[in-house]
């Protein structure tokens, strides 16, 4: 399983120490790692598929002083996809209006029939990336239909159907961001955790060097805005659970890799 990381401030925070911790977890996922740091509607976005622990120019990132008000970080187990470059979390992706939206899923799709066009569209192999193309197609659609662009809580509703939609009997763990609103959704216990403090939130997959850790509310997507909570979605109740029948799956998935 991947492993999340992110922040939403109302004002730049250091964060070398908890990317350092966050990143020394590549011992467990070595398949490839990645940040995306925001400014406005663009996207800073650096990220190889190698080992975290074992990259010379992260080592070297590591180092310098990372001062961030918004930021994601992934580091990747693989189930689907090959260990390249177009796999390697996040993805990013511009919607018709020009917004921008980034994404990092920790999980896997093993159903979802309105995801499956996107395998011939999508640049790499990964069913995350799948994701993020099903989303910018709505978003498509959403806007030509009403002629605009879409404000944020038609955003945030929107995502909210679409998450609602793609969740059961799937593993759906995603940090997205589109320039103005983060969006944190889990749907598998004990796997994503936030922690707040003034007017910060920090959501990791596991807790790292500091107090007040607490699990995101599980099943319910979240949207921050500078550190703050803005909008609360949907209680669709499709926890997942593991069964022998998905590892299975994912055991076939990853011996072909």
């Given at each position: 399983?991947?492993?999340?990381?992110?922040v939403?401030?109302?004002?730049?925070?250091?964060?070398?120490?908890?990317?350092?911790?966050f990143?020394s977890?590549?011992?467990?996922?070595?398949?490839?790692?990645?940040?995306?740091f925001?400014?406005?509607?663009?996207?800073?976005?650096?990220?190889?598929?190698?080992n975290?622990?074992?990259?010379s120019?992260?080592?070297?990132r590591?180092?310098?002083?990372?001062?961030?008000?918004?930021?994601?970080?992934?580091?990747?187990?693989?189930?689907?996809g090959?260990?390249?470059?177009?796999n390697?979390?996040?993805?990013v992706?511009?919607?018709?209006?020009d917004?921008t939206w980034?994404?990092?899923?920790?999980?896997?799709?093993?159903?979802?029939r309105?995801?499956?066009p996107?395998?011939?569209?999508?640049?790499?192999?990964?069913?995350?990336e799948?994701?993020l193309?099903?989303?910018?197609e709505?978003?498509?659609?959403?806007?030509?239909?009403?002629g605009?662009?879409?404000?944020?809580?038609?955003?945030?509703?929107?995502?909210?159907?679409?998450?609602?939609?793609?969740?059961?009997?799937?593993?759906?763990?995603?940090l997205?961001?589109?320039g103005?609103?983060?969006y944190?959704?889990?749907?598998?216990?004990?796997?994503l955790?936030r922690?707040?403090?003034?007017g910060?939130?920090?959501?990791?997959?596991?807790?790292?060097?500091?107090d007040g850790w607490?699990p995101?509310?599980m099943?319910?997507?979240?949207?921050?805005?500078?550190?703050?909570?803005?909008?609360?979605?949907?209680?669709?109740?499709?926890e997942?659970?593991?069964?022998e029948?998905?590892?299975?799956?994912?055991?076939?998935?990853?011996a072909?890799?």
């Open positions: 399983m991947c492993e999340l990381f992110c939403s401030s109302g004002e730049k925070i250091n964060l070398n120490g908890l990317l350092r911790e990143f977890h590549a011992v467990d996922h070595p398949h490839g790692w990645g940040m995306a925001f400014y406005g509607n663009a996207v800073s976005l650096e990220k190889q598929p190698e975290a622990c074992k990259s120019y992260l080592r070297q590591l180092r310098a002083g990372i001062e961030a008000d918004k930021m994601i970080a992934h580091i990747r187990l693989a189930t689907r090959n260990m390249d470059y177009e390697t979390h996040p993805f992706m511009r919607d018709n209006s917004r980034t994404l990092a899923h920790n999980g896997t799709i093993f159903e979802c309105v995801l499956e996107f395998v011939h569209m999508q640049q790499g192999q990964t069913d995350s799948r994701i193309c099903y989303m910018i709505c978003i498509n659609d959403a806007q030509i239909q009403r605009r662009t879409l404000v944020p809580q038609e955003r945030f509703c929107l995502l909210d159907e679409i998450i609602c939609r793609i969740s059961p009997e799937n593993k759906l763990n995603l997205i961001y589109d103005a609103l983060f944190i959704h889990t749907n598998y216990k004990g796997s955790y922690c707040r403090k003034g910060e939130v920090v959501i990791s997959t596991r807790p790292l060097g500091r607490e995101v509310p099943n319910t997507l979240l949207a921050y805005q500078n550190g703050r909570l803005v909008y609360t979605g949907t209680d669709h109740g499709n997942f659970f593991d069964s029948e998905k590892m299975r799956l994912l055991f076939l998935d990853y072909a890799l």
